[in-house]
């Protein structure tokens, strides 16, 4: 069991905060620029533009996430998480086919505002019903109907954030911006994990004794998991109001050919359904949302269950669980930039062949886990891997291969359909593992600590990660066209 003197808990509780600033401040400043031409007024502009905006994209993962926190402290069963989820991942994946439509429409800044006003009441709301003692662990239904609630407003946020960048990012930059979007996805991930497990220890200490068992009025201190994140969130929308623009245009400098799908396009009177019907009819953006319901699965597979794994066999006090947040943070910045660097200079902006690459590592991880699981330690540092991993992917193709395929006048349908596939993919492994499905024991139960009782978890892994592997390579050579490229795409050659 790990143990720690008072000076060692401080500079665990330090160490890793100041490594990450550390790490992210190199990255930035060091990163590789593709020249278009920018002035240095319109990039600190741009700055300026995308900093609030990412940001708030970033708190809205700590008022989803906190929902995985309070299964992880013993605030709802691994069953009733796993249906919970199920229906508010379901909920974000098909609300594309209204949402997407709306950011193209509305522009991103609004969306974004509209994200973070929801997300903020919905988190607000279970926050004060709990602590209330209106519900609690137990109130399922109402757990669900309120989670799916967040969700729905959660998902206009990966929507806005690439709808505005997809105006102020040149095609042949974004693989960089692609690694900007895995920084915040990475900080969105600290701040749930590592922030929401010390605002539960700080709310309810019970929870997260084991040598206690937290009473119903101990179990009420877990309100502040939904009541920090909605107040950060206030914080957050008033910022995005104040900065966040849609175009360059609209921030008083001039607007400029981004060279994507759009380019040349004249914007039509064309109705949602008529832009989604093309973009599922086009088979590059078909298959990257096939790819993406891939790395859903496995994105949500390591990020949602590794914890009750090392609970479960007692390596819930290693280094790497105890600060999850932030080794998956780092993980996360290290694939987004090694994937954004990568995809604009070696590949010249194509975001295919990174994926299949990084998608090795997926395949490649999810194998070596299944020898591996009697060593926890071990699996906690493949686990890491593969979360740079699939956050790069991610980057990639939600991020930056949907603006660059769907064109900047089409990018909320392009983000909405892609991101959909993310979040049916969620959906999937929350039955799998944890919902009516389950493959998977119980936490605190006997089965739990039993290692082979938990091979199912990467053994599930294995096949989703080949098929995600196979339709990568598929379109290794994928590449855009101007304008022309929704309407007939450039196919890998054979």
Same mark, same amino acid.
């Given at each position: 069991?790990?143990?720690?003197?008072?000076?060692?808990?401080?500079?665990?509780?330090?160490?890793?905060? #100041?490594?990450?600033?550390?790490?992210?401040?190199?990255?930035?400043?060091?990163?590789?620029?593709? %020249?278009?031409?920018?002035?240095?007024?319109?990039?600190?502009?741009?700055?300026?533009?995308?900093?609030? #905006?990412?940001?708030?994209?970033?708190?809205?993962?700590?008022?989803?996430?906190?929902?995985?926190?309070?299964?992880?402290?013993?605030?709802?069963?691994?069953?009733?998480?796993?249906?919970?989820?199920?229906?508010?991942?379901?909920?974000?994946?098909?609300?594309?086919?209204?949402?997407?439509?709306?950011?193209?429409?509305? !522009?991103?800044?609004?969306?974004?505002?509209?994200?973070?006003?929801?997300?903020?009441?919905?988190?607000?709301?279970?926050?004060?019903?709990?602590?209330?003692?209106?519900?609690?662990?137990?109130?399922?239904?109402?757990?669900?109907?309120?989670?799916?609630?967040?969700?729905?407003?959660?998902?206009?946020?990966?929507?806005?954030?690439?709808?505005?960048?997809?105006?102020?990012?040149?095609?042949?930059?974004?693989?960089?911006?692609?690694?900007?979007?895995?920084?915040?996805? =990475?900080?969105?991930?600290?701040?749930?994990?590592?922030?929401?497990?010390?605002?539960?220890?700080?709310?309810?200490?019970?929870?997260?004794?084991?040598?206690?068992?937290?009473?119903?009025?101990?179990?009420?201190?877990?309100?502040?998991?939904?009541?920090?994140?909605?107040?950060?969130?206030?914080?957050?929308?008033?910022?995005?109001?104040?900065?966040?623009?849609?175009?360059?245009?609209?921030?008083?400098?001039?607007?400029?050919?981004?060279?994507?799908?759009?380019?040349? %396009?004249?914007?039509?009177?064309?109705?949602?359904?008529?832009?989604?019907?093309?973009? #599922?009819?086009?088979?590059?953006?078909?298959?990257?949302?096939?790819?993406?319901?891939?790395?859903?699965?496995?994105?949500?597979?390591?990020?949602?269950?590794?914890?009750?794994?090392?609970?479960?066999?007692?390596?819930?006090?290693?280094?790497?669980?105890?600060?999850?947040?932030?080794?998956?943070?780092?993980?996360?910045?290290?694939?987004?930039?090694?994937?954004?660097?990568?995809?604009?200079?070696?590949?010249?902006?194509?975001?295919?062949?990174? =994926?299949?690459?990084?998608?090795?590592?997926?395949?490649?991880?999810?194998?070596?886990?299944?020898?591996?699981?009697?060593?926890?330690?071990?699996?906690?540092?493949?686990?890491?891997?593969?979360?740079?991993?699939?956050?790069?992917?991610?980057?990639?193709?939600?991020?930056?291969?949907?603006?660059?395929?769907?064109?900047?006048?089409?990018?909320?349908?392009?983000?909405?359909?892609?991101?959909?596939?993310?979040?049916?993919?969620?959906?999937?492994?929350?039955?799998?593992?944890?919902?009516?499905?389950?493959?998977?024991?119980?936490?605190?139960?006997?089965?739990?600590?039993?290692?082979?009782?938990?091979?199912?978890?990467?053994?599930?892994?294995?096949?989703?990660?080949?098929?995600?592997? !196979?339709?990568?390579?598929?379109?290794?050579?994928?590449?855009?066209?101007?304008?022309?490229?929704?309407?007939?795409?450039?196919?890998?050659?054979?």
């Amino acid at each position: 069991m790990y143990d720690a003197r008072p000076m060692d808990k401080l500079q665990q509780e330090v160490v890793p905060i #100041l490594l990450l600033c550390g790490i992210i401040a190199i990255v930035v400043t060091r990163l590789p620029r593709v %020249e278009v031409g920018h002035t240095r007024g319109f990039l600190r502009r741009r700055t300026l533009n995308w900093v609030p #905006l990412g940001l708030t994209y970033a708190f809205l993962y700590m008022g989803r996430y906190n929902m995985t926190v309070l299964k992880n402290v013993q605030g709802i069963t691994q069953h009733d998480f796993g249906n919970i989820d199920f229906w508010g991942s379901l909920v974000y994946g098909v609300s594309f086919l209204l949402n997407g439509p709306l950011a193209d429409r509305l !522009g991103g800044r609004r969306t974004i505002l509209i994200a973070a006003a929801g997300a903020l009441g919905a988190n607000a709301l279970i926050g004060l019903l709990w602590l209330t003692g209106v519900i609690d662990g137990h109130s399922t239904m109402t757990l669900t109907l309120l989670f799916t609630l967040n969700m729905y407003f959660q998902s206009f946020g990966a929507v806005s954030i690439v709808k505005v960048n997809a105006s102020w990012f040149h095609l042949r930059e974004r693989g960089t911006f692609g690694g900007i979007f895995g920084i915040l996805i =990475s900080l969105g991930l600290y701040f749930a994990f590592d922030w929401g497990s010390r605002i539960a220890a700080a709310g309810c200490p019970a929870c997260t004794a084991k040598t206690a068992k937290p009473s119903p009025t101990d179990l009420q201190g877990l309100a502040w998991l939904f009541l920090a994140p909605a107040a950060i969130l206030a914080v957050f929308w008033a910022m995005s109001f104040v900065f966040v623009r849609d175009t360059p245009a609209s921030a008083g400098l001039k607007d400029f050919d981004v060279a994507d799908a759009s380019s040349g %396009e004249v914007a039509t009177r064309e109705s949602s359904v008529q832009v989604i019907v093309r973009m #599922l009819r086009n088979p590059i953006i078909l298959t990257i949302a096939l790819i993406e319901l891939c790395s859903g699965f496995l994105r949500q597979g390591i990020l949602k269950w590794s914890g009750d794994f090392a609970r479960g066999v007692g390596a819930a006090g290693s280094y790497v669980m105890l600060h999850w947040g932030m080794v998956s943070c780092i993980a996360g910045i290290t694939g987004g930039m090694f994937a954004g660097v990568i995809s604009d200079h070696l590949f010249r902006s194509r975001r295919l062949p990174v =994926s299949t690459a990084l998608y090795v590592i997926m395949l490649a991880g999810s194998i070596a886990l299944v020898p591996l699981l009697g060593v926890p330690t071990g699996v906690s540092w493949i686990i890491a891997f593969m979360a740079m991993a699939i956050i790069g992917v991610h980057g990639m193709l939600s991020g930056v291969a949907s603006q660059d395929f769907g064109g900047r006048l089409h990018t909320g349908v392009a983000v909405g359909l892609i991101d959909g596939f993310v979040y049916l993919g969620t959906a999937l492994q929350d039955q799998v593992y944890g919902g009516y499905g389950s493959l998977l024991p119980e936490k605190g139960t006997e089965a739990a600590k039993v290692v082979s009782n938990w091979q199912a978890w990467p053994v599930a892994m294995i096949p989703v990660a080949a098929i995600g592997l !196979g339709l990568s390579m598929r379109l290794w050579n994928a590449q855009v066209k101007p304008h022309t490229a929704t309407a007939a795409p450039v196919l890998p050659a054979k």
